[in-house]
């Protein structure tokens, strides 16, 4: 019977390298990659087709399932676009799987023999950034791909958003109509486009009306913790604010922890706004003012996109379908009061 460590020594690698080269890892250069799967053969040991096949992509036969892949973990409304995505496609004869594409695109070559592997016929992104090699071979190949949630900068993969700026623009509007005159800005990290529209919406409305102050702006990561941290930074360096406008809820979330910290009731002392519209916004706890993002919208058209690249790879005119946001009025906007913050 032969084992890793015989590979290993035909091959002149360590073992650990044998280990991720068959079990479809990335972390192994092309050269030992095929040196690893030579020696496995020479030895006869059973070697999958899919590996050792990344140059071509031509003869690639797909299974009819739909790789859908983002980060449950850290995207609370993951599961929304998901299951819209699954239960289209099932009506239309595909299988959908979650996948951790992130595990293995740093290694493109790791990407391509990953769709090899599970046969997949299309690929659905929900909210994450593509890597540029990556995005290289979707383009190449033309590999059916769309984005959801964000879009790519360079604009090569089909993409459905909710409308960024608007929803950005809407909240600021409806904070400074309610008297709010410096207003925070918590946003996402600058390589999210998403994050990086909401922004741009804040700025366009605070320089309409003469109101932007860059010191009031944030960009940092899309979590709690940052929430929390940025909003206890702005308050220990003694900005001057009424209000907040978070890029996400989950920000928001974090900026109401840290306001309570400091004794600071929302919406009397500080009023606060977020985006999303995720479910635990509307718990009575928060009960938070927020813009939503149509996601199981976004799931379905998504859905539709990517079966109409998979079944007719003529296609080339790529589409970036932008859908409504929406304002949600609830308990933590309120017009400035006298003794506000200011």
């Keep these: 019977m032969v084992k890793l460590k015989d590979i290993a020594e035909v091959a002149g690698v360590s073992v650990s390298t044998v280990s991720r080269t068959l079990t479809n890892q990335s972390g192994v250069s092309n050269k030992l990659r095929a040196k690893v799967i030579d020696a496995a053969k020479q030895l006869g040991y059973p070697v999958k087709p899919y590996l050792g096949e990344t140059s071509s992509f031509s003869n690639y036969k797909p299974k009819g399932i739909i790789g859908v892949t983002?980060?449950?973990?850290?995207?609370?409304?993951?599961?929304?676009?998901?299951?819209?995505?699954?239960?289209?496609?099932?009506?239309?004869?595909?299988?959908?799987?979650?996948?951790?594409?992130?595990?293995?695109?740093?290694?493109?070559?790791?990407?391509?023999?990953?769709?090899?592997?599970?046969?997949?016929?299309?690929?659905?992104?929900?909210?994450?950034?593509?890597?540029?090699?990556?995005?290289?071979?979707?383009?190449?190949?033309?590999f059916p791909c769309i984005t959801v949630g964000r879009y790519m900068k360079s604009r090569l993969i089909d993409s459905v958003t909710a409308d960024n700026i608007n929803g950005s623009v809407i909240a600021t509007e409806q904070i400074i109509n309610h008297g709010h005159?410096?207003?925070?800005?918590?946003?996402?990290?600058?390589?999210?486009?998403?994050?990086?529209?909401?922004?741009?919406?804040?700025?366009?409305?605070?320089?309409?009306?003469?109101?932007?102050?860059?010191?009031?702006?944030?960009?940092?990561?899309?979590?709690?913790?940052?929430?929390?941290?940025?909003?206890?930074?702005?308050?220990?360096?003694?900005?001057?604010?009424?209000?907040?406008f978070a890029a996400s809820d989950i920000i928001a979330i974090g900026v109401l922890d840290a306001l309570t910290k400091n004794n600071l009731r929302v919406p009397d002392d500080i009023s606060v706004v977020g985006f999303d519209n995720i479910e635990m916004s509307n718990y009575n706890i928060f009960k938070l003012t927020t813009v939503n993002q149509p996601k199981k919208e976004q799931g379905l058209v998504a859905a539709e996109r990517i079966l109409q690249l998979v079944e007719n790879s003529t296609i080339n005119q790529r589409q970036h379908i932008v859908l409504p946001a929406e304002f949600i009025p609830r308990n933590t906007l309120q017009p400035i009061r006298p003794k506000a913050r200011a």
């Design 70 to 142: 983002g980060d449950p973990m850290h995207n609370p409304f993951f599961y929304e676009v998901f299951s819209a995505v699954e239960a289209y496609a099932n009506s239309r004869g595909y299988t959908v799987m979650h996948w951790n594409a992130q595990s293995v695109w740093k290694d493109v070559n790791a990407f391509i023999n990953t769709i090899r592997y599970h046969q997949f016929s299309g690929m659905v992104c929900i909210s994450i950034e593509i890597p540029e090699p990556v995005e290289e071979f979707i383009k190449s190949s033309q």
């Design 181 to 244: 005159e410096r207003v925070l800005f918590i946003g996402g990290p600058h390589e999210s486009t998403a994050s990086i529209d909401r922004a741009r919406g804040y700025m366009e409305v605070m320089n309409r009306h003469g109101l932007f102050d860059n010191s009031l702006v944030f960009f940092t990561s899309l979590n709690y913790v940052s929430g929390y941290k940025t909003t206890m930074a702005a308050l220990q360096q003694g900005l001057k604010f009424t209000a907040i």
